[in-house]
DNA sequence: ATATTGTGCATTGTCTACAATTAGACTAGG
DNA sequence: CCTAGTCTAATTGTAGACAATGCACAATAT
């Protein structure tokens, strides 16, 4: 059987190029996003923004003050930015031990494709592409382990963390880092892949 | 100065009420919600009650399929609700250390305030009542320590508790465990607020 | 009889128009 | 010069109409 081809609902790729732009820096914090010129940029209506914003105001990203309109969020305190490493580190972790022995082969070959990539991204120097390569093989075994009621809970920690980093970090250990992972999760050794998840998340 | 009178938006009035409807087994796990319905059961047009569906998906309360509609997600499996616990501890705890020295006699005040509430909505009997209160009681604490930013990560996470709940457990020490929190909180007993948060979380 | 295709209905997705609210400029008065 | 008040333009919130999609059932062919 093969792998249906899922339509994306122009929803979620509005959704998905307004991330990346806030990420990359392209929109900073504090930036105002207007409704009608987003419907116009995207060539869509002011309905779908709408929805758009709602969901990346419930993701942190934008914040949003009733009748005036929504705004890059500001970056996260030190503090909370520990919060969240920990809270990321915290389902991670959960999510390899779900995992333990539950990996297909196929299951493999998607992350193996997505370090690929990774990898690939990061030679050619698409900073842009190489977060979301990075967040799409986290998000594969978030969604493995627990489905969406976990990506649910770890998407906005993402993000957040995310929007800290700014293209400073740039993550040169991320292709062994994930191989780690991959190979601890071949082994079944969840001591070893909590090791490199927790060297990974930082 | 006056305490600002706010103007409660329709589409957070709407949402909260679904919350309740959901938390309180009015709305089963898989009852599929229908748009036009709301909108005509709260007087509104479809527009808003969109709003609030995806607000409620983001929030793990609902699942929505594209083009099919929205429903009440099931219960979290007993790992997952051990997670979720374990999260809500850590940001809760994340919170009680932040304020440590840092509340003001109103602040106090208003936790006195939430927990007569839910005093008397136990002793009435009103359960649902019981939930907002405790709910309001801990957002206040979580709002004041973290703002916006860690109530968005926080939200998810009680709903999602609550709905495993279902009247089954009625938190009978409720008025002493909260108790025990401001108390600590007074003394500035960061040890034992936190033990007080564990003991209420479960 | 079974599988497949076609049709109708119900529901969600999107668009346009209008109402409500806000921020900012501008004016008048002290 | 500063403050308060009012007006206007821009933007968000809401409503209603239309388009697109999916599901259930009927019709047809093998």
Redesign the pocket.
């Known amino acids: 059987m093969r792998r249906s081809e899922k339509?994306i609902?122009?929803?979620d790729q509005i959704a998905d190029q307004l991330r990346s732009d806030i990420i990359s820096g392209e929109l900073a914090p504090g930036n105002?996003?207007?409704?009608?010129g987003l419907?116009t940029r995207f060539?869509?209506?002011?309905?779908?923004i709408?929805?758009v914003i709602l969901q990346l105001t419930k993701e942190g990203l934008l914040v949003?003050?009733?009748?005036?309109?929504?705004s890059v969020n500001e970056m996260l305190s030190p503090s909370l930015q520990n919060l969240m490493v920990d809270i990321r580190r915290r389902i991670e972790t959960y999510a390899v031990r779900q995992l333990k022995g539950q990996l297909a082969d196929e299951d493999f070959e998607a992350l193996d494709f997505l370090l690929g990539r990774f990898k690939k991204a990061f030679e050619v120097g698409d900073f842009t592409e190489v977060t979301r390569a990075d967040i799409e093989f986290h998000k594969f075994l978030v969604d493995k382990a627990g489905g969406q009621d976990l990506v649910n809970l770890w998407y906005p920690v993402v993000f957040r963390m995310r929007m800290n980093y700014k293209r400073i970090d740039t993550p040169k250990d991320g292709v062994a880092e994930h191989q780690a992972i991959i190979d601890a999760l071949r082994n079944n050794d969840v001591t070893s892949a909590t090791a490199a998840l927790r060297a990974n998340i930082r």
């Not at 949003?64 to 929504?70: E, L, M, P, R, Y």
Request: aromatic content about 0%; charged content about 30%.
């Open positions: 339509v609902p122009v929803r105002k996003l207007n409704e009608q419907a060539g869509v209506s002011r309905g779908p709408r929805d949003t003050k009733s009748n005036v309109g929504a």
